[in-house]
């Protein structure tokens, strides 16, 4: 079974930029999750999705996050513009459905760095 | 918001010894997972202890859960060096099983 794949690994982008990163989830799983996690903390949830709705966007910060999940399968997040808080490493993490098997799957993440 | 606090932030030990980590969170879950992550395999996911179960073991690994005390337990025996890693205890509210907060993890080096 192929896992979650991310993309891209590194990015390097001056404040103010704009960077998209792409998720693909494991094939069948109605959940995918976005994370930040900053260095020496645990992830934070910043979106979820259940097919191609939103479940949960309470600590996406709007002004500057968004994301979606078209066909429910494949994910984009988007950061415009960046900040320097916004280096980080970005994971996606899938599960198979919801309420029932919780465990969740997640990508090698993608390394942002902003200067 | 943090959930899920682990103790200690870092821990160093021999090759060989068992290794404990800890978690303690604030409000009721309905359950409790731990994760590993290393640079090599990114973040993975161990064991899942629900609510109504006090231990679980999976391989080297012991898990314990005392609600009353909203605390958890894992218990890595006889430690390896691939076992160097941050280990993270993870929470799912009463009301969001779907949803999981992670603590700041605990960083653990085994020492040849």
């Known amino acids: 079974e192929a896992g979650v794949a991310q993309s891209p690994r590194y990015k390097i982008i001056e404040k103010r930029q704009s960077v998209a990163f792409w998720c693909n989830p494991i094939?069948?799983?109605?959940?995918l999750y976005w994370y930040q996690q900053i260095l020496g903390q645990g992830p934070k949830l910043l979106i979820q999705f259940q097919n191609n709705g939103v479940v949960d966007d309470s600590q996406l910060p709007k002004d500057r996050f968004s994301a979606e999940r078209l066909k429910g399968v494949d994910s984009t997040l988007k950061i415009q513009p960046a900040k320097l808080e916004d280096s980080a490493v970005y994971l996606c993490?899938?599960?198979?459905?919801?309420?029932?098997?919780?465990?969740?799957?997640f990508g090698p993440g993608t390394r942002l760095t902003v200067t | 918001s943090q959930q899920g606090e682990e103790d200690p932030q870092a821990l160093s030990i021999q090759e060989g010894e068992n290794a404990t980590m800890n978690c303690s969170y604030k409000?009721?879950?309905?359950?409790l997972q731990w994760y590993r992550q290393n640079s090599g395999r990114g973040l993975v996911h161990l064991i899942l202890i629900r609510s109504n179960e006090r231990e679980k073991h999976s391989g080297r690994l012991r898990v314990t859960l005392d609600t009353s005390k909203k605390s958890s337990s894992l218990l890595i025996t006889a430690s390896r060096a691939a076992d160097t890693a941050s280990y993270f205890c993870a929470t799912a509210l009463m009301n969001r099983d779907d949803k999981i907060i992670f603590g700041k993890g605990t960083r653990l080096h085994i020492l040849p």
């Open positions: 993490a899938s599960s198979s459905d919801r309420g029932i098997s919780y465990e969740q799957y």
């Open positions: 409000t009721s879950i309905n359950n």
């Open positions: 094939s069948g799983h109605a959940t």
